[in-house]
């Protein structure tokens, strides 16, 4: 299974990406994961991505893709979390994925409210001490010392910059489920079920019921 999960920040793509590659043995892709790597390793294409970030620029669609196309093309089942993110990097990865032979075998969107999104993501805490995070209503901080602390709030988790964030999806990112709709590959899943039941809904839809 070849599977792109869009959504906006909140609805769950890493944790239902990381469910289903355990669930159906596919690599998860992410290309967040794959710069921050290229990065560190000091690569040629690592060189060029923080050249762009010390300059403030944005890394241009062709170098993702340049950086990606070696995962796509070694593994045989995967789920992309994080890209596309306009339809310009739709295109360089239908390109990326013609010059390797493959093909996408469904994109799922993860959906959900903004206000729900927004109270997700501003409930969330960060232990300075460990670095995990937690949220005040749903896993609250440890109060048997388990974690010091202290718990704080991101600065991306304040409600301003969600609800920021959450614009440019819709003006930006939102529009692929048109432009893969007519391609006859979206399904929409409701992101607000628990968790289990959005991969269940996942599996189901992308025809691995055996899986569920």
Request: aromatic share 4%.
């Amino acid at each position: 299974m070849k599977v792109i999960l869009l959504g906006p920040q909140g609805a769950g793509k890493g944790t239902q990406a990381q469910r289903l590659a355990d669930r159906v043995g596919a690599t998860h892709i992410s290309t967040g994961d794959i710069v921050r790597s290229e990065i560190e390793s000091g690569s040629e294409l690592g060189k060029k991505v923080q050249d762009y970030n010390d300059r403030g620029e944005l890394v241009p669609d062709e170098v993702i893709v340049e950086m990606a196309k070696p995962y796509l093309d070694d593994a045989d089942s995967w789920l992309l979390d994080g890209f596309p993110r306009n339809e310009a990097q739709a295109k360089a990865l239908d390109g990326a994925l013609d010059e390797i032979g493959e093909k996408l075998d469904a994109v799922v969107a993860l959906e959900a409210p903004d206000d729900d999104l927004v109270e997700r993501l501003s409930g969330r805490r960060q232990s300075q001490a460990t670095g995990k995070i937690y949220h005040v209503e749903y896993d609250p901080p440890p109060d048997d010392g388990d974690d010091p602390g202290p718990f704080v709030q991101r600065d991306d988790d304040a409600e301003d910059a969600i609800r920021r964030r959450l614009e440019i999806y819709h003006e930006q990112t939102e529009p692929l489920k048109d432009f893969y709709a007519e391609r006859g590959l979206l399904i929409t899943v409701d992101a607000e079920q628990e968790i289990p039941k959005v991969t269940e809904d996942i599996l189901g839809a992308v025809g691995r019921e055996e899986d569920v």
